[in-house]
Every structure is written in structure tokens, then in C-alpha cells.
């Protein structure tokens, strides 16, 4: 019996101690997985809320990108109204809007996207391809840009038609996951991971990236994920070959499960312990107690780290709900409130405990409540999520309008569905979106009302609005043009215009505006003007739309149809006005050149008193007559806008010093003085037109020795220098001659006019000389004055702007010796002055002129001087003689019978033998501005106006023999 009652004793000690080592296994296994259950859970909620916020970023994206305005503001306010604060958390990236191209538009933390190709990533084959995928998560892959590792969550654009428009896009760092699994304590050999339903492994812990994204098919976690969201089981580890438990729990609606794992050895070490305990008991019966003792105490402490575990656990899940922005709210199914997180101090201005056990629909503004009910009662019908959007009120009594994402979960200890609600203030949102559709409406209101047609088009040119004018612009419905292409009502002749106009506008052309014709719905033919304006996105400076408003210019363009025709009559009438100065300049010249030149002769021969008195009366006559005739034909030139002005270097001391010796003669005659001053940086080489000032100058000369009979004439020039460099001439002109009343200078500087009749008739003129010489000065930009007492004299102030050049002076060479015989009061004619000497072996000349008159004084000139000259009536004798005749030289008449002299200078230059090369001067009547630069154009050498200078021309006619001799090598012949 004792060894039956020890047996029954010690079975009943060993059915205890395996009862108890049974029972220590299960607890342990329990704990095990109750304690990765809880964390899989805490770790899911956590992701879930973080990938929610984040997805809900991604649709407010799509959500904004649906207005048009959206894209037209600028960069900082546009990333307000698309990117909320999820978008820029430490995890996330930046969210990036890719167009259906691949191209990047917008990037959430970049004014400038990245420029690169997106096209072949696989969210963006996935959503191109597919129009039902939603949020889509990829394999993970480490970034280009920041070398960390990362998973792409994206979703579809669609346009209105359902098209594929592109894909929004954010990234979330793997290094978000890894902060969670490193919080918490896996044990040794412990493992947590994150996969992808699609058999993806994403990261795992132990962290060893070569393993990312390898796929796992035959893993037993998607075999009992097949059968239920959230479980645990135990596996064998191909990885690593350690034997774990592992809990799993997939994550809301997302592709992703979670799981952590905890090695056996670690759950059942306590097990181990105490099976061999177990077997110490066996054989040390003597211990039991003492291993009774210490199986207590062990009990007691895993049942006190448990505790500890699940304390840690909760402080964890609450860590995150105190950190969170956005208001975490678990309420029941009818709407009363469980628990609220601390962000209803700063959305609500509650604290927490003040709100728990109210109701979620009281807060809400009367108006809005159905959206709140609406909401939950799409939650009860089997909706996973819903949305809404009210105005809740805040502790002050105002109201705030927020949006709350609401999903049922069930109580894990009650089993009862719950409504689980993350709220976020979006005021400033709503602000925005307000002044968006106010802007909206404000734009449509203007469109509506202006009499311009206002049309948006898109970059391929296809009209998006056209706004009602249209009706009476072009007869159209604006519903008939909506969705046409650019050019449609255009006409036809000015489409490949518009087209090319717009093509420069696109590529920056500054000049918007293009004007075409365009043929209304009735047939007629309008003119319009359209001012065009490009909106750009903001990141990416991609064209985006066109608006262009357009104007009937129809009458304007008439307008200019009649301007255009009338400048037109008036060139015309300009031209024959030029061609008849040219004409009259030649007509009045040529007779002159005859009776100058031939009274010149007359009085180089032997005369009797009487007869010298009448030919200098014929001189003196034909030199006022020429002197009239230069003034109106500067007159007409200046008019006819047929005078040219000269930039070219000069100083002014030389234009001065021979402008006083014109002068000096006559100021001897009269017994005055002529004093001169020219100031020091006056002398220096400045850009203008020396004949034009010499003209000037000197006409100020000649009116001062004219109208003063005793005392003085006097000329100063000054010059200042400017900051720029150039000079500020002032040219003084003062005399003490008769001096000018107020009446006088008033009328001083006009055509025809002088100080009074009984001047005219003492002193003579035209009157044209100070008209001529206000105009020339207001050509340069300057201006003349005059300050002036009756009976005291008078003081003429030119005052000019002249830049100064460092190229030396040209020479100054008169046009002729017309300045000096109108100053003088007579002429040189020819034979009156000495003639320049010339070598005993002159030279042959050919004089082709048509006139007898002319052809004798020329002749006259040239066979005094020694020259053996011959005769042509035409051009066509004048080609014929020099193919017969080797000359020197030839004075060629410019307009002749048969053949001008153009033409024959031409014919000319074509003969061989070196004849070709005779040097060619002109011969003319015609003063008229650019007639020397036409002759030298046609092949002439020089340029001899008419009437004649003995002297100017024999200098000319030797200096022209003697270049050409040196040129051809002529050498004299001895003897």
C-alpha cells in the first residue's frame, strides 16, 4: 500500500509537474503570440493611419487638379491649395504629378520637377494599363536622388473621359518602418517584416537589403493570409534556419501585412527550464519543494512582464495617437464619442475629457449634419470608408470647417463595431477653393459682359470656351465653336500666318498681337486683332493654355487702307516735286554756266572803260541771280527732305578762320572791325557737316558786316564738355549794327521775310538765308536765337550738342566757289584769275557737251591753259572718239541728246587696251543732294557742279591728269 500509495503519490506529482510543464508551454506559446498579436496590431494601426493620411494627400491632389485655375497660380500658393501637411512628414517624399507622357509637372517640395522620364516606372505602366487599380504600392527600390530606400504609392488621373491623364505620385521611406520595428523588442533571433499581398517581401528585420523585394511564394504566411486577415503560425526559416512564431496582420485596405516574429527558443526557454526542473524532480525527489518554490516565483514574474508588456504596449499606441496632427476619434456606432486624441485642443479648443461620451453629430453646424449621417450610414451599409465635409464648432462658438475619413473596426474585447474617424482642419482649403470658384465666376461674369471675344484654347489648339460676344462678332453659338480647331472661322489665305504667329509666340516672341481676316457664319469678311496670353505650369513652364481676346478692327483697318493710299499719292508727289527741282537746277544752272563764264572771258580781254563798267554790271547781276538761285534751291531741297547731312570729322578753327577770311574784305570796305574767338576744346576733332556749319556761319557773318556801317562784327565759339563725352557748342554772332525791334524778330527766321521794306530795298536779299540756316541747325538737333537793340546792334546764339572723336579733321574743300563769291559780293569767274600753271606737255582732253555756249567757254579754259582738247556733241561721239583717241582726261556733260553721259561713262569702261581707265569728270547743272554719289556709283571719278570755277576746275582737271599718268606708267619724252 505505501509503495501503491507512493506510486499513486508520485503519479500524482508527475500528472502535476506535466500537467504544469503542458500548461507552462501553452502559456508561453499564448504569451508569445498575444504579445506579437498586439504589437502587429499597434504597428499596423500606426502605418494604416500614417499610409491613409498620405493616400488622402494623394486624392486631394487629383481633387485639385481638376480645377483649371489650379494650374495658373503661382508656385507657393498652388502647393498650399494641392499638398497639405502629410505631404511634407519626415518619412514621406515629395508628391510628384506625372503627365500622361512620363514627364514630371509638379513636384510638392520643388518649384523646379526633375526633367526626367517617369514613363518606365511600374506604377506608371500599372495605372496607364489599368483603369480599376487604385492605390497602387511598389516593390521597394532605393532613390536616385537620396540613395534611401523606398516603396512608390501612387494613384490614376483620369480625365473627363476616364483617359489615362497621368499619375500622382509620393514615396515613403522604408527607413518610416524601420523606426517602427526598431521601438520594440524582438528578442534575440526576433524578425519583424512588411509585404506586399502580391508575395513581396518589402523589409525584414534582421536588415539585409539584398533581400528586399525577392518574391516569396511558397511562404505559409500568404497561405493562412488567404484565409484570414490577421492570424499567426510557426515556420521554419529558409533564410536563416530558425524555428519562429510569427504573427501577421494585413494593413486596412492596403496590399501590405505586417509581421513579427519571435524564435522559439526565446518563447520556450521557460519551457525548457522547466522540463528540467521536470526531470531534476525525478531524480531529486528531495527538492520538489524547492522546485515548487521557484516554479511560483517564475510564474508570478513572466505573469508580471506580461502585464509590463501590455502596459508598454498600450503607452505606445497612445504615444502615437498624443503625436498625431490629425484628430483621432473612436466613437460608437450611434455617434457617441470613446475616445478623442489630445488634437481637440487646437482644432477644438476642448480638452479631451471634455468631449468623451458627447455625440459627433451635435458638433456639427445644423446644415451639415446630413453629410455626417450620410457618412455613417454608407459605413453600415458595407461602404469601407467615407468622407464628409461640415463645419464643427468650436468652444468659442465659431465654426470650423474640417473633413473626417471615417472606416468601422470592431473592439477587440467587446466585439462591437466602433466608427474609427481621423479629422482634419481644412479651412484654409476651403478658403482657397471658395476664391477659386468666386475668381471663377468673376471671370465668366467679365467674359460675358465685354463686347471683345474672349476664347481659351489648349496646346493642340483646340477651343475650350468661347464667350458669348462671338454671337455678334462672328455670328456663331459659342456651343458651335466649343471643341473646334484654331483656324476654323480664319481666312483661308491668312491661316499659314496665324500658325507661324503663333509659333513665334509660343517660343517667346514679345509681340502678341496678330491681325487676320476671318469670314463670319453670314459669309462677309471681318479684320480682327488678337492679343494672345500663354499660361505656363508653374514648375515645369509646360504650355498649358492659350486665351486669346479678340477686337473687330474692320474700320481701323479701312483706316489704314485710305492712309496707306494717300502716303503713297504723297510720295509720288514728293518725287515728281524732286524731279522737278532736279530739272529746274539743271535748266537754270546750265544758262548761268554761260553767262558767268562767258562775262568772265569777256572781261579778261581788252576793254574800254565804258565796256568794263557794263560787263562787271552783267557779272555782279548773274552772281545775285545765282546767289538767289542756291538759296531756293536749298530751300526746296531741305523741303523736299532731299538734303543730306554729313558725319564727318572737323574742328571748328578751321571753318572760322575761313569763314573771316571770306569776310575780311568786305568788313575793310566798310572800315568795321572782325574779330574772332574759338575756345580751346573747341578745337578738338568733332563728328558733324563742316559745310553745313561753314554755311551757316558764314551766312551769320555776311548779315552782320551787311547791316552794321561802323564799329564791329564779332564770332566766339565755346564748348563745354558733357558727361558723356561729347561737347556743347555755342556759337555767339554779335554786331553793332542796326539792331532789331521786337516786331522784327518775331517774323526773323521766316521765308521770304526781312526787317522791314525800306531794309529790302537798302540792303537786298531774299530773305531765305537765317530760314535755310534754322532749318539746317534744327536738322543737328540744335537751335538758334537772337537777342537784339534798335540802333545798338545784335547777338545770334547757335547752340549745339556735338560728340568728339579722336580721327584727325578732314580737309575742307568747298563745292564749288559759290560760298565764297555770295560772301564776297562777286565771283572768280573764269579768265578773271590767275590760272594754275601748267607742264609744257599738258595733256589731250575730250570735253563731251551737248551746249555751244558751254563747249566754247570749257574749250576757252582749257586751250588757255595749254591742254589740246577735243569735242563730242553726245555720248555716242564721246565713245566713238576715245576708241579712236587715247586721252588724258574727260569732262563728260551728265545729260546729253542720243546717249547721256552715264551711260557713256559705261560704254566707256568696257574698251580694252587701257582706254577704259581714262579718268572721267562729270559736268552738271544738277545741285540736288546725292547727285555726286549717283555719278561716282556709274563709274565717273569726279564731280564739277555747274556754274564753273576756272580755277576749281583746272586744279581738278591737273590733279586727275597726274594720277592717271602715274598710274599707266606715262613717262615724259626727252626733248
Not at 385 to 413: C, F, I, N
Not at 477 to 491: C, D, N, Q, W
Not at 538 to 560: G, W
Not at 628 to 641: C, F, M, T
Request: proline share 4%; hydrophobic share 40%.
Amino acid at each position: 500500500m505505501l509503495i501503491a500509495g507512493s506510486c499513486v503519490v508520485a503519479v500524482c506529482v508527475l500528472s502535476v509537474f506535466f500537467w504544469s510543464l503542458w500548461d507552462s508551454r501553452r502559456s508561453a506559446l499564448d504569451h508569445a503570440v498575444q504579445t506579437a498579436q498586439n504589437l502587429t496590431a499597434t504597428l499596423a494601426h500606426d502605418a494604416e493611419r500614417n499610409i491613409t493620411s498620405y493616400d488622402l494627400s494623394l486624392q486631394g491632389v487629383i481633387d485639385g487638379l481638376k480645377f483649371d485655375e489650379t494650374r495658373t497660380l503661382k508656385p507657393d500658393l498652388q502647393r498650399q491649395i494641392l499638398f497639405d501637411r502629410a505631404a511634407t512628414a519626415a518619412f514621406f517624399g515629395s508628391i510628384t504629378v506625372i503627365g500622361a507622357d512620363g514627364r514630371m509637372m509638379i513636384d510638392s517640395q520643388s518649384t523646379e520637377p526633375h526633367s526626367g522620364d517617369y514613363a518606365d516606372r511600374d506604377y506608371f505602366k500599372v495605372h496607364r494599363d489599368n483603369t480599376a487599380v487604385g492605390l497602387y504600392i511598389s516593390p521597394p527600390f532605393k532613390s536616385r536622388v537620396t540613395g534611401d530606400w523606398e516603396i512608390a504609392l501612387s494613384r490614376r488621373i483620369s480625365n473627363p473621359d476616364d483617359s489615362f491623364a497621368g499619375v500622382v505620385a509620393g514615396s515613403l521611406k522604408l527607413a518610416f518602418f524601420q523606426n517602427l520595428f526598431d521601438g520594440i523588442d524582438l528578442g534575440p533571433n526576433g524578425a519583424a517584416a512588411l509585404f506586399n499581398v502580391d508575395r513581396t517581401m518589402i523589409l525584414r528585420k534582421p536588415y539585409n537589403p539584398s533581400e528586399w523585394g525577392r518574391s516569396l511564394p511558397r511562404s505559409p504566411l500568404f497561405q493562412k493570409l488567404a484565409q484570414n486577415s490577421t492570424g499567426w503560425f510557426q515556420y521554419h526559416s529558409l533564410t536563416d534556419g530558425v524555428e519562429r512564431i510569427a504573427a501577421y496582420q494585413r494593413i486596412g485596405k492596403f496590399p501590405l501585412v505586417i509581421s513579427i516574429a519571435t524564435a522559439c527558443d526565446t518563447v520556450f526557454a521557460e519551457w525548457r527550464q522547466k522540463a528540467l526542473v521536470v526531470g531534476a524532480t525525478m531524480l531529486f525527489a528531495a527538492g520538489l519543494t524547492l522546485l515548487l518554490g521557484t516554479f511560483a516565483l517564475r510564474e508570478l514574474n513572466r505573469r508580471s512582464l506580461a502585464e509590463q508588456a501590455a502596459l508598454e504596449n498600450e503607452r505606445l499606441y497612445r504615444l502615437l495617437a498624443d503625436n498625431s496632427s490629425d484628430l483621432i476619434v473612436l466613437a460608437d456606432i450611434d455617434g457617441v464619442r470613446r475616445f478623442i486624441s489630445p488634437a481637440a485642443r487646437e482644432l477644438y479648443g476642448y480638452e479631451p475629457e471634455e468631449m468623451m461620451g458627447s455625440n459627433t453629430f451635435g458638433a456639427a453646424h445644423p446644415e451639415d449634419r446630413h453629410f455626417l449621417t450620410d457618412a455613417f450610414e454608407q459605413l453600415t451599409n458595407g461602404a469601407p470608408s467615407a468622407v464628409a465635409q461640415v463645419r464643427a464648432q468650436r468652444k468659442g462658438g465659431d465654426y470650423v470647417w474640417v473633413e473626417t475619413h471615417m472606416r468601422l473596426v470592431r473592439d477587440p474585447l467587446t466585439d462591437e463595431l466602433r466608427v474609427l474617424g481621423l479629422i482634419r482642419d481644412i479651412s484654409r482649403r476651403h478658403e482657397i477653393e471658395q476664391a477659386i470658384r468666386e475668381s471663377e465666376l468673376q471671370f465668366r461674369s467679365l467674359a460675358n459682359s465685354v463686347s471683345d471675344v474672349i476664347i481659351r484654347s489648349g496646346p493642340d489648339g483646340r477651343l475650350r470656351y468661347v464667350s458669348p460676344s462671338c454671337r455678334t462678332v462672328l455670328g456663331y453659338e459659342p456651343e458651335e465653336l466649343v471643341g473646334t480647331k484654331r483656324g476654323t472661322f480664319s481666312h483661308p489665305e491668312d491661316r499659314a500666318h496665324i500658325e507661324a504667329r503663333m509659333a513665334a509666340i509660343v517660343a517667346g516672341d514679345g509681340d502678341n498681337v496678330i491681325a487676320f481676316r476671318v469670314i463670319r457664319r453670314d459669309g462677309t469678311t471681318i479684320w480682327l486683332e488678337a492679343r494672345i496670353s500663354l499660361v505656363r505650369a508653374a514648375e515645369t513652364n509646360e504650355l498649358v493654355e492659350m486665351i486669346a481676346v479678340m477686337r473687330d478692327i474692320s474700320q481701323q483697318k479701312a483706316i489704314e487702307e485710305r492712309l496707306e493710299r494717300a502716303r503713297i499719292e504723297a510720295e509720288k508727289a514728293s518725287q515728281l516735286k524732286s524731279d522737278f527741282l532736279a530739272n529746274m537746277s539743271h535748266e537754270i544752272r546750265t544758262p548761268m554756266n554761260g553767262i558767268i563764264g562767258m562775262t568772265g572771258l569777256l572781261l579778261a580781254t581788252r576793254l574800254d572803260p565804258e565796256q568794263r563798267r557794263f560787263a562787271d554790271a552783267v557779272r555782279i547781276s548773274a552772281d545775285a541771280l545765282l546767289s538767289v538761285i542756291n538759296d531756293i534751291l536749298d530751300l526746296s531741297k531741305l523741303e523736299a527732305g532731299k538734303l543730306n547731312l554729313e558725319t564727318v570729322p572737323f574742328d571748328f578753327s578751321t571753318i572760322v578762320e575761313n569763314c573771316v577770311e571770306l569776310m575780311t574784305a568786305k568788313a575793310l570796305d566798310k572800315g568795321i572791325t572782325l574779330t574772332a574767338e574759338v575756345a580751346e576744346r573747341a578745337y578738338l576733332p568733332h563728328l558733324g557737316d563742316p559745310t553745313r556749319l561753314r554755311q551757316i556761319i558764314l551766312n551769320l557773318l555776311s548779315n552782320a558786316v551787311k547791316f552794321t556801317d561802323h564799329g564791329f562784327v564779332s564770332i566766339k565759339v565755346k564748348a563745354t564738355a558733357l558727361a558723356t563725352g561729347a561737347s556743347f557748342i555755342r556759337i555767339h554772332v554779335e554786331d553793332s549794327g542796326i539792331g532789331m525791334d521786337e516786331t522784327v524778330r518775331a517774323k526773323l527766321f521766316r521765308k521770304f521775310e526781312q526787317a522791314d521794306t525800306s531794309v529790302a530795298r537798302r540792303f537786298g536779299g531774299t530773305g531765305l538765308g537765317l530760314a535755310i540756316s534754322k532749318q539746317l541747325i534744327d536738322r543737328m538737333g540744335g537751335r538758334i536765337g537772337v537777342s537784339s537793340t534798335p540802333g545798338y546792334g545784335s547777338r545770334f546764339t547757335v547752340e549745339l550738342t556735338l560728340p568728339v572723336t579722336d580721327t584727325a579733321p578732314v580737309d575742307l574743300v568747298p563745292e564749288d566757289k559759290t560760298a565764297r563769291d555770295k560772301a564776297s559780293g562777286g565771283s572768280t569767274a573764269p579768265g578773271a584769275s590767275p590760272l594754275p600753271p601748267v607742264a609744257s606737255k599738258a595733256g589731250r582732253i575730250l570735253v563731251a557737251e551737248d551746249n555751244a555756249v558751254n563747249q566754247l567757254l570749257v574749250v576757252t579754259l582749257l586751250t588757255d591753259a595749254g591742254y589740246a582738247v577735243d569735242v563730242a556733241e553726245d555720248g555716242t561721239e564721246a565713245v566713238a572718239a576715245v576708241k579712236q583717241q587715247a586721252y588724258d582726261l574727260i569732262l563728260m556733260d551728265a545729260q546729253m541728246p542720243n546717249m547721256d553721259g552715264l551711260q557713256a561713262t559705261q560704254e566707256i569702261r568696257k574698251l580694252a587696251n587701257g582706254r577704259g581707265r581714262v579718268p572721267i569728270i562729270a559736268l552738271t547743272a544738277n545741285a540736288m543732294a546725292g547727285d555726286r554719289e549717283h555719278y561716282i556709283a556709274a563709274g565717273m571719278d569726279d564731280y564739277l557742279s555747274k556754274p564753273l570755277d576756272a580755277a576749281t576746275m583746272l586744279a581738278m582737271v591737273s590733279n586727275w591728269i597726274g594720277q592717271h599718268r602715274a598710274d599707266v606708267g606715262w613717262k615724259k619724252e626727252a626733248g
